[in-house]
């Protein structure tokens, strides 16, 4: 068989692994994000100024934190945290558990964007999640060779995403639905190859161009390393680590390459992991993690395999005095 029939029985491989199923967002409220609870450390909510109308004072200019997204790793195509887990997919080769290894790590991943109602836990009027917001501009090309970008958008939205529900959890991205990609990082790799793009996720080896007080290009994930190729095969970091940094590269997949993530993906934003519990926040790229005894609640390994963390973004809003004031008293 030559190289071309090879390639082609490969590709036809992922084109069929696209149609598995993956788990309905429509279920997410009565999943793992039914007992996440919004804590001050995660909110962090600080009074920057006075808003006026006209000339007249009538509130406080506040910035906080709001959670804008959940994303789990998981170890098989179909298998979710927070909607129905299909027992009659059978494995596929390199996708394991991301717990079972420290060397060689793969897993699947699923995106949620997370509704307003996500903050009502913290009995304190939130800045609304819109805030944040910044629109996203896809610079991937088609990429055939690597499943169209377009088609896999197509294939996105047309699962059980419902139209006008503010207040449930919309899908923007499922790796099963873009397997070929995700197994390899192809886009990423295409767009290397080309002498436009050069290299784009190299790492200077100075971390202060993406570090945490610096600025957020995206290229490089802080003391996490690269960002690119976008994929799910990492090797060498420590479960927890591997998980929130894949956790990344997928919402950065469904914002770069696909426009469904309407929030930017970089080191100005903190995680918080949900799932096997709940941890403090922490930003991303930050080394070391907030494991015991260094954060409290800390973060710890999952015994499953399995990982979900809540992404949050920095917004600014107004507020009435009052209701700044109740912000900060809890």
Avoid at 174 to 195: H, I, M, Q, Y
Wanted: charged share 10%; with cysteine; net charge neutral.
């Amino acid at each position: 068989m030559g190289i071309a029939s090879r390639l082609a029985c490969i590709y036809a491989l992922f084109a069929a692994l696209a149609h598995w199923p993956v788990p309905a967002p429509a279920q997410v409220a009565s999943g793992v994000l039914q007992r996440f609870v919004p804590t001050p450390q995660c909110i962090n909510e600080a009074i920057v100024g006075t808003c006026m109308c006209g000339y007249i004072p009538c509130g406080v200019r506040v910035t906080e934190f709001v959670p804008v997204a959940f994303v789990e790793t998981t170890r098989e195509p179909g298998e979710s945290l927070v909607g129905p887990v299909s027992s009659s997919l059978p494995p596929v080769v390199g996708t394991t558990s991301s717990s079972l290894s420290t060397t060689d790590n793969t897993s699947e991943a699923h995106v949620w964007t997370m509704p307003q109602t996500a903050l009502s836990g913290a009995n304190c009027q939130a800045c609304p999640t819109v805030y944040a917001m910044v629109p996203a501009v896809p610079s991937d090309p088609s990429a055939l060779a690597c499943g169209s970008a377009a088609s896999v958008t197509q294939a996105i939205l047309g699962m059980f995403n419902p139209t006008g529900a503010s207040g449930a959890a919309r899908l923007v991205y499922a790796s099963e639905r873009d397997s070929f990609n995700w197994r390899t990082g192809c886009r990423d790799l295409n767009a290397a190859s080309s002498p436009l793009v050069g290299q784009p996720w190299n790492c200077t080896g100075s971390v202060n161009a993406n570090s945490i007080n610096g600025v957020a290009d995206g290229t490089c994930l802080g003391a996490w390393g690269a960002l690119r190729p976008r994929q799910m095969r990492d090797i060498g970091p420590p479960p927890i680590l591997y998980s929130a940094k894949t956790s990344v590269r997928a919402m950065s997949i469904a914002r770069d390459q696909l426009g469904l993530f309407p929030y930017p993906v970089d080191v100005l934003g903190k995680l918080e992991q949900l799932y096997p519990s709940q941890s403090m926040c922490f930003q991303v790229g930050q080394l070391p993690l907030p494991e015991f005894p260094l954060g409290v609640p800390p973060v710890v390994t999952s015994p499953d395999g399995r990982y979900g963390w809540v992404y949050w973004r920095l917004t600014t809003c107004c507020k009435s005095y009052a209701a700044a004031m109740q912000c900060m008293a809890r």
